[in-house]
């Protein structure tokens, strides 16, 4: 094994008998269609940019690059994808609860208005995050008229504590891990009767909110199919981490779009938070064993969500884990742009830029990849600057500076 990063690939990728175990997840995420129609309608929803990186394709020896950029999904103060997944959820949420005691369905503008706030302002929601999540929790709930109680653990730092705080959130921070989170707020949930709004499912998404947040997640997918020159002719698809959902959403949608021509579809993760790969390597679900301190924050998780491992053990062809300074070099190329338009890439989102950056150093990388110059290569560009501070003390730029850069 390589001492800098972790490789496996996937012996029995689009096998017919992994994808008999994901049809039930499949089948429950259905419904994407009534997601991407109610979210397309909201006031801030303005499709995000996909760019082509030309300059980059040249110089890493590929045909072309696009970089999917959700660094101002709704708005820089959001700045992630996990803006869509949460708030959806949440109207979901309100809107069942005031059908139940009135009888009328509210649209989103309805709990916009306050037109039922003496029945939504009784409702709690929470979640467990690292930060985007929980911030989109609190976002939706203060444009939607609910409360919000989010548990973060020890590690999340203090500007995305306050970030969630300035939306109107309870913010709870416990020792221990991302998972011990998760067991607070669930727990917590259940005792209190709030509802617990997280993408990980433990029954293929059989159920509520995780179904939401991921039939939520395929507008951006919806809108990369739609951006892309010709999506039939990507080869590679790099996507973060975390628990797996996110990815699970987007190989998915592009592998029921494309049929026949299935790019490879690529997992990657922070060496310290690999549960994915160990769970690829060794064939079944598998708890990372590292420590969990990356700069990656939003991808340190311990285990994988059950139902999005069933997607991802069909769908994933390759799976990577790289150390914390290949994700920082990615962050200053795309800031740098090079001829390229300037991009701003938050630590989470940097992984899929710095294995392709790396795969030109590290032929034997690039071999596995099946990298050459014929490539077409998606990346998805998953966050921005969710914490300006820690950004600028990587890049060296602050944020406005490349975001200048970027409109000259």
Known sequence: MNSEYQYCKNASWLGAAKGDRASPAVKNLGEW???????????????????????LATQMNVSKI????????????????????????????????VEKKTGTRPTSDDLRQGKYRDITERITVTVATDGNQGRGLAYAAKAFGCRCVIYIHEHVSQGRK??????????????????????????DAKNNG?????????????????????????????????????????????VQGGVGSIAAAIFLRFYQELGGSTPRMVMVE??????????????????????????????ACREVSPAAWAILDWLGSDFVTIPDSWAQEAMRTLAAGNGDTPIVCGETAAGGTAVVLKSKEIP?????????????????????????????????????????????
């Open 33 to 55: 269609r009534l997601a991407v129609k109610e979210i397309h309608g909201w006031p801030e929803y303005v499709a995000q940019p996909l760019h082509s990186l030309d300059n």
């Open 66 to 97: 696009y970089y999917k950029d959700e660094s101002r999904r709704f708005g820089r103060g959001m700045g992630s994808f996990k803006a869509l997944g949460a708030p959806y959820a949440v109207f979901r949420i309100l809107a069942d609860a």
């Open 162 to 187: 306050d970030a969630m705080e300035v939306l109107g959130a309870i913010v709870i921070r416990i020792q221990g891990e991302y998972e011990a989170c998760v067991a607070r707020s669930r727990n």
């Open 194 to 238: 709030w509802h617990f709004v997280s993408s990980t499912s433990w029954d293929d998404y059989a159920s509520g909110s995780p179904r939401d947040v991921m039939n939520a997640y395929m507008v951006l997918v919806d809108e990369a199919l739609r951006q892309l020159p010709d999506p039939q002719a990507i080869t590679h698809i790099f």
């Open 270 to 299: 922070p060496n310290e938070a690999d549960c994915l790969y160990q769970s690829a390597f060794n064939r079944t679900p598998t708890p990372s064993a590292g420590s969990l301190h990356t700069i990656m924050a939003g991808l």
């Open 364 to 408: 034997a990388l690039r071999d596995s990849l099946g990298l050459d110059q014929h490539s077409q290569v998606l990346l998805f560009g998953l966050e921005g600057a969710t914490d300006p501070v820690i950004y600028e003390q990587i890049v060296g730029r602050p944020v406005a500076d490349i975001l200048n850069g970027a409109s000259r």
